[in-house]
C-alpha cells in the first residue's frame, strides 16, 4: 500500500517568509510524527498527534513553529519568520499507536532551504 | 531527559568483515529500542526494534541487535556485511508510554566491494 507522503519535496524561501509543510499518513493509522533532520545529525522531535490533539509538542523550538491535524489525517507544519537556521529536511512519520509495539513509517521528508 | 550516543560517526569495511556499531542511551524507565538505516536515497526504515523479552533481536538483513539493560547499550552487529549495506545507520529510543523517538547522530557505515 501506499507509504507516508510528503509535500512538496524541496522547498526554498526567503528569510521571513511563512512556509507550510504537507504529511499524508498511511491509512489507518492514528499517531502522525514530525521530525527535523539537520545536515550530519540524526532526527530530531518536534511534535506528536494522537488523532486531532497534539499528544507531545515539546520538541517545537519555539512559537514560530505549529502544526495541525484538524480531521485526523493529513497534518500540516507551519513555520512563520522563517529563518536561515530553520533549513533542514522535515521528517513526517505515522503509526497505528504510540505506545505498544508499533513501528513508525517515515516519509521521504521535505527539505527546506531559507535563503 | 533521554540521549542516544552513538560511538562511530563514520564506518569503513570491507565486503565480508564483521560490523559492530555501538549505542548507548540514558533513560531511567522502561525503554523501547530500535536501529533505524536509511539507504543512500531512500527513506528512513526499521531494521530491528527490542520492546521486551530476549535480548537479542533480529532484524532484516542478517542484522542483530544485544540489549545489556546494565550497560545502557544496544549495539547493532552483522557478522558479514556486503556492499549494499552501505548507508547511514540510527539508533533510537522512546520510553514505553510515549511515541517520541530520540535519535543518535547517526554513524555512516561505507563498505567497500
Known amino acids: 500500500g501506499a507509504g507516508v507522503s510528503q509535500t512538496p519535496s524541496n522547498k526554498v524561501t526567503e528569510k521571513g517568509k511563512y512556509v507550510e509543510l504537507r504529511c499524508d499518513p498511511i491509512?489507518?493509522?492514528?499517531?502522525l510524527y514530525w521530525y527535523r533532520q539537520s545536515l550530519g545529525q540524526g532526527p530530531e522531535f518536534l511534535i506528536y498527534?494522537?488523532?486531532?490533539?497534539?499528544?507531545?509538542d515539546s520538541g517545537l523550538p519555539n512559537d514560530r513553529f505549529f502544526a495541525v491535524r484538524p480531521e485526523g489525517s493529513v497534518s500540516t507544519l507551519k513555520i512563520q519568520r522563517t529563518e536561515r537556521g530553520d533549513s533542514a529536511v522535515y521528517l513526517c512519520?505515522?503509526?497505528?499507536?504510540?505506545?505498544?509495539?508499533?513501528?513508525?513509517?517515515f516519509g521521504p521528508g521535505t527539505r527546506l532551504t531559507v535563503t | 531527559a533521554q540521549s542516544v550516543s552513538q560511538h562511530n560517526h563514520h564506518v569503513i569495511l570491507s565486503e565480508a568483515a564483521s560490523l559492530e556499531l555501538g549505542c548507548n542511551y540514558s533513560?531511567?524507565?522502561?525503554?523501547?529500542l530500535f536501529w533505524y538505516v536509511q539507504y543512500p536515497g531512500q527513506h528512513l526504515q526499521l531494521l530491528l526494534k527490542?520492546?521486551?523479552?530476549?535480548?537479542l533481536v533480529k532484524g532484516i538483513k542478517g542484522f542483530e541487535a544485544e540489549f545489556i539493560k546494565s550497560k545502557f547499550s544496544f549495539n547493532l552487529r552483522k557478522p558479514s556485511v556486503q556492499w549494499s549495506d552501505t548507508a547511514e545507520y540510527f539508533c533510537?529510543?522512546?520510553?514505553?508510554?510515549?511515541?517520541?523517538?530520540?535519535f543518535g547522530q547517526g554513524t555512516t557505515l561505507q563498505v567497500k566491494p
Open positions: 512519520a505515522s503509526s497505528f499507536s504510540p505506545t505498544g509495539t508499533d513501528e513508525q513509517y
Open positions: 491509512s489507518g493509522h492514528t499517531a
Open positions: 498527534f494522537q488523532g486531532t490533539g497534539a499528544a507531545d
Open positions: 533513560y531511567g524507565g522502561t525503554v523501547n
Open positions: 527490542y520492546f521486551s523479552g530476549d535480548p
Open positions: 533510537a529510543v522512546k520510553s514505553s508510554n510515549t511515541g517520541k523517538l530520540i
